[in-house]
């Protein structure tokens, strides 16, 4: 076999670039307003961020299968192998495993809060065209049962996410070996 056929780039190509940029936007935004419209008293603008709220998760859960099924087909290129040497072992299972249970948050997150919706019995229209089949029947225990579940696992997506900044912070500022510009749009 030819090794330079086999050989993965130490970069991200434009695609996965774009996909985690968009999405890691997507998810910040969907946090954010998911705080901020929960501390709102009931009223037409609570009731208008919930519908945009479950729309961009809908959007997000969307994208999360793109990335998922790209990161499938184009595998991600290896950490560089100087990294590997230095980087101790548990950072490495830290680094991997963080990027496991992100990947697995980012359908969990949305799946939930469309079983919650379902549950409630508030079902989602997409943009407010697209009315989307109900995830579960209708049921006020299974609604309450889920709620806590939905904001639980964006609690925990969110401190991945701070871990996995902090991260690449580190590598780039404290580190500088130049690992964050894998994922940085633009030539290497």
Do not use: C, E
Not at 9 to 35: D, E, N, Q, S
């Amino acid at each position: 076999m030819n090794p330079v056929l086999t050989q993965r780039p130490t970069r991200y190509g434009a695609t996965a670039i774009a996909l985690h940029w968009v999405l890691g936007l997507a998810i910040l935004a969907m946090l954010g307003m998911g705080w901020y419209m929960t501390g709102l008293p009931f009223s037409p603008q609570r009731l208008k961020l919930y519908n945009w709220h479950k729309w961009a998760g809908m959007a997000v859960l969307a994208l999360s299968v793109l990335r998922l099924v790209w990161r499938l087909v184009k595998k991600p290129p290896a950490l560089p192998a100087d990294l590997q040497v230095a980087m101790p072992r548990w950072q490495q299972r830290i680094h991997h495993g963080t990027h496991h249970l992100m990947y697995a948050l980012f359908f969990t997150v949305p799946l939930l809060g469309w079983a919650y919706s379902s549950a409630a019995g508030f079902p989602i229209v997409f943009l407010g065209l697209l009315p989307l089949p109900d995830f579960v029947p209708v049921s006020p225990a299974l609604a309450d049962a889920l709620k806590p579940w939905h904001g639980l696992t964006a609690y925990v997506l969110t401190a991945l996410i701070v871990l996995h900044v902090a991260a690449a912070l580190k590598h780039q500022l404290i580190d500088r070996d130049g690992l964050m510009a894998r994922m940085l749009p633009g030539r290497a």
